[in-house]
């Protein structure tokens, strides 16, 4: 997804941010950090190796009721931490000094009133195992050489996100949430939740996502992961040590590429066309350079610039890799209706007419294998002209659909 | 446009290749090179620049009439050169060996009773202006240094190749043409030709193009550029002489991303999920790596690699550049309808449903500007599922659309 102030820009507002001392604001928050897995009990995943130790950083908004029946699990897309709502107390010693400019990543849809109300649910965001917010990934030193990973990290799958979310739940003492919820990526999460743990949830949201990437999105990850693995200073992943000059450089160039690339496929012809047009930006005529010349270029050029600012190159490749890799239809040996037959909670899914990246006719085949299952859904085709990132902007209309769904549970 | 051949990999060939000796070929060809602008002559491009020399390469097929009228000038798109049919005789002599192994870019339309029909017409086709097919371009040597121009080339246009063309018509003493035909860029030249030069052109046949590239178009050619010019061998464009080592190494990383993105748009979601789908290649099981294991993955570093072998990373800047430039309606100051009035021919507009590159949408307001200008003009919408690479691949299509406006100028 894009950044959710960027993919405000141009785009009518629904609300403004909510000021931390706002009422319907989450106000003021901190990450926490769990160890979930050690050397005594490393976490297995998906690909077969054992990873320890893990730690995983989380927030939560709301209270946990005595019976601890009350947590929803917010799932982040490939851009989002832990920081899904309010404003970060803890921006500076987290070294995210962007995070204290804007609330978290979700905070139109998190908070007292909201579509995932804080005065009744607890919401629980965890950051990305593979990431680069807090739990364990790439740029983190592997015990074994005291060096950062780099892609000596193990390959993670959307599978090994909801295992560490199950792990921290563990910790927590929260044996059954009631619902988890996401868009894009976090969509997939929910979808894999109540795959792997039917007794553990009784509900799932499923934004702009689908049962599995379409060849399209497959495709665009393989130039996303070219530029980056052809930047001059990706050095095979090892970007972390001074090069031969003694100088530590990052392959932004190449991070940057790919996020415009994963970028514009948040957008929609429509929403681009709507927000830059062909329009040239601070000129009148044609330069005849290849310097930017339309708003398309200067926008793109913003947008991944201050992406690469806070993003590891490293992490990129690993979360288009499980992105690439996942698929529902494995529960069932290939068969959608057969994975689906393993679900037991309710589920909402919702898609948005413009997403080419997860295209409505692709997100409601996860949601007609459900209903052939026999399982309880709800599908809904918002006619968003927002493309991927409507899931972010289509405030009013998530909120209605998840307001209903939940009360429904 | 994709290179024919890939196009044609998993898409249903309406027909076979047509051999050399075929009669429905062009047979054999051998492409000539005409000097076009000298110093005492240069050539005035739309950026203001002058530009000599200034050869080009064109190949001929058929036979000029004795009152040279019936030329049809077949425009090339992003990768094509001269070699529009038949099958070269001269590749060798050329340095592009890889024509030996297939006909021409648009051999299916271009013969004895085809599309455009040698017995009747002469049709010519030129390589581009800032290309590296054999008219000049950013890998020649710069007349005032000696040295390979690069990015010291002087920025073209559409309208800079279509008075190439004009240059090239004149020498052969072609004052008048049947028609101007193109897809894509292509068909963007033939806009330009009818209203650059209202008088010299009797029909303009315009497929799978539009007025100007929509904003999304933008967006993917500055992801294309970044990748070439962050590719370590880039150089600011200076790539062909040898690197400080001795070794000359050209940026074929950054182009095959360019080109893979390219591609990308070139096919459409659906041609690409029959082509190659979720497939894994060569493997039953996920291998957990960053390795090709998808078919997509290996299609797109297989077309991307052969286009690296036989393109220039300079020319893929220059003629994305003109891609993006490039609009009609700086004829009318901005008023696509007062640009359509300059026309004096009629016109074939033909679009293709799936192509999201020049969607029907925008080739159809080319269409309606000439309607409401009160110009003679057909619009067809091919209900194709091919993508912007429909135009290759509709012969059916596109030979019956153009042969009904040939036969009705």
Redesign the interface.
Known sequence: MSDPIEARVGAKARRQYDPPDSPSSVGWTRAERVRIADAGSPLRLD??RLLAPVDVEYEAYGTLSPERDNVIVVAPALSGGSHAAGWSADADELGRPWEKTRPGWWDDCIGPGKAFDTTRYCVISASLLGGCYGTAGPSDPDPSTGKPYG?RF??VTVGDWVETQARLLDKLGVERIAAVAGGSLGGQQAIEWGLRFPGRVRGTVVLAASA?????G???N??A???I????DFRGGDFYEPGPDGIIRRPD??L??AR??GH?SY?S?ES??V????RLQDRDE?G???E?E?Q??GY??HVSRSFAERFDANTY?YIT?AM??Y?AAVWGDGDLVRAAERVECGSLVVSFRSD?LY?PEDCKRWADALSAAGKRVTYIEVPSTYGHDAFLLEVDAVTEAVREFLGGL
Chains 1, 2 share one sequence.
């Open positions: 690909c077969g892609l193990p390959m599995s990437l379409q060849p399209m497959l495709a665009l393989v130039v992961r070219e530029a693995t052809n930047d001059p160039g190449g940057r590429a415009m690339l514009i957008l012809a681009l066309a927000k830059c047009g062909r044609i005849w350079s290849f930017p339309f398309v270029e793109l050029s490749l890799r690439d890799y698929d080419w295209p």
